[in-house]
């Protein structure tokens, strides 16, 4: 890239002339092509893409167009790259940016508001009144990448300062990604008032944002925190984080059962992720009077309301869009506090150059899929459910996980997990980069490492031990307290 002497580089992480990129062409048609690497101006700074995570509205632009805007229209056969939930580092600094360094990891928001409308001025740049006004004058008006420019299912991108936000070294590229869903469901708590503490909180659906809804609720100390939804197997990764109770709405009312699991009264908040034909009905009549409901998902077809019970009870309802007024930081806060574990949702991880496949599985939930996750850097295809890993590690060790050991052979297990991992490490370390190895604080031997990185072969096998050694530190502690906390 030509970034001229205005741009501020690093010959630490060489920036190419072109990168890969998906691009729309009809509806539903992605193809792998070469773009050249955007050059960031004022304000701005070019990200190296590490990790983008699939969200269900990708999906929707993909197939049918709608939110994106691109030249005041559809999005498609414009060039337009989407994808949105995206994390990486920081590889070139605009004229007079100073907030961030190069080689800093970030997380992204969507929205870069146009700064001058009434609504960013009161900080709701998710509402711009110019949104999608500026394609082709990034530099000015709003900008949301995936949406109305060009977003993360690339190699590079660039992003506002103001959409940034900063990741600890022991945050994972996946956990990252997941920062921008965490921070829809904050905005939305924070629309309803966001002191919650106490409070009575219903979450519908249990999709991504609907499980880490629960999470952020919990972790504001909300109580109840009840999660309605359709499928067993996600209603029980919301107990994981942090569900009182759960429903299962095939079997029950909904809106009976949780006025019986609330003292038989409605509760404070409703925040409806569902997007169900009768999501929003069932919410008006879960709640108390005087209650809020928040609409954090997006119906496919009109939604018949009953307006009578909004007003007679003096309900009140609140449509969110995207992670307004800063709730990205805040939700990133909780997660680097280690407040809920949000890689409980993080179900799959693929290569960039195999986006038809995740989106496959995003879209269709093969093998019970959550988020999944897309990697610009070669990486192997895998699951990481919690059982799998706990299977892996049993297998390792050679016993069950069992809590009724005595110490002396809690610390021998330990012990032989550690050497396992060891020796894996050795197998498997010297594919990586030294930036890799140290990210997942791997160590080893120059002359081992020396010898390796002319042999060892890049192997499916490599990447799974890769990433158990990656969770090594952790487990010790998880086994102690019998629960896998990065599963």
């Known amino acids: 890239m030509d970034a001229g002497a205005a741009v501020e580089t690093s010959p630490d992480f060489p920036i190419p002339e072109t990168m890969k990129a998906w691009v729309l062409g009809n509806p539903s048609e992605l193809a792998l092509t070469r773009k050249p690497v955007p050059m960031p101006k004022r304000a701005e700074v070019l990200v190296r893409i590490d990790a983008v995570a699939i969200c269900a509205t990708d999906l929707e632009i993909i197939d049918h167009g709608s939110p994106a805007l691109i030249q005041g229209g559809m999005p498609f056969n414009k060039n337009f790259t989407p994808g949105h939930e995206y994390m990486g580092t920081v590889v070139g600094l605009g004229p007079g940016v100073d907030e961030y360094r190069i080689g800093q990891r970030v997380t992204v928001e969507i929205h870069a508001g146009c700064g001058q409308c009434k609504r960013c001025r009161a900080g709701m740049y998710t509402s711009c009144l110019n949104y999608g006004l500026n394609y082709g004058e990034l530099d000015k008006g709003h900008r949301a990448n995936g949406f109305t420019t060009d977003g993360g299912f690339c190699e590079y991108q660039v992003n506002n300062i103001n959409t940034l936000v900063a990741i600890p070294d022991g945050m994972s590229d996946e956990e990252a990604t997941l920062v921008v869903t965490a921070g829809t469901a904050m905005y939305g708590l924070t629309e309803l008032g966001g002191l919650v503490a106490g409070e009575s ?287």
Not at 415 to 435: D, E, H
Request: glycine share 8%.
């Open 201 to 487: 909180v219903v979450v519908t659906g249990p999709g991504p944002i609907g499980l880490l809804g629960v999470a952020v609720a919990k972790a504001l100390s909300a109580s109840p925190v009840i999660l309605t939804g359709t499928r067993d197997n996600r209603l029980r990764i919301g107990r994981e984080l942090g569900a009182d109770h759960v429903v299962n709405v095939r079997n029950e009312d909904a809106v009976e059962a949780v006025r019986r699991l609330n003292g038989g009264k409605g509760v404070d908040y409703v925040i409806e992720c569902s997007g169900a034909p009768n999501a929003v009905n069932d919410a008006i009549r879960m709640v108390s009077r005087g209650g809020k409901v928040c609409l954090a998902a997006f119906p496919h077809q009109e939604t018949p309301v009953d307006v009578a019970q909004i007003v007679r009870n003096n309900i009140y309802l609140y449509g969110i869009r995207g992670e307004g007024r800063s709730a990205t930081h805040r939700a990133e806060a909780l997660m680097s506090q280690k407040r809920f574990d949000a890689t409980k949702i993080h179900t799959h991880t693929f290569a960039l150059d195999d986006l038809p496949t995740a989106i496959r599985y995003a879209k269709d939930r093969v093998d019970d899929a959550i988020k999944v996750v897309v990697k610009a850097k070669g990486v192997a295809a895998h699951r990481v459910a919690a059982s799998r890993l706990r299977a892996l590690v049993s297998e390792m060790a050679g016993t069950s996980p069992a809590m009724t050991m005595h110490s002396e052979e809690m610390r021998a297990q330990r012990l032989r997990i550690r050497n396992v991992m060891r020796r894996a490490s050795l197998r498997v370390s010297s594919r990586m980069s030294p930036v890799s190895r140290r990210r997942f604080g791997i160590s080893m031997p120059a002359t081992i490492g020396a010898c390796h990185d002319q042999n060892v072969a890049r192997t499916h096998a490599g990447e799974r031990l890769a990433r158990a050694q990656y969770r090594e530190r952790t487990f010790e502690a998880a086994k102690v307290e019998g629960c896998f906390r990065h599963g």
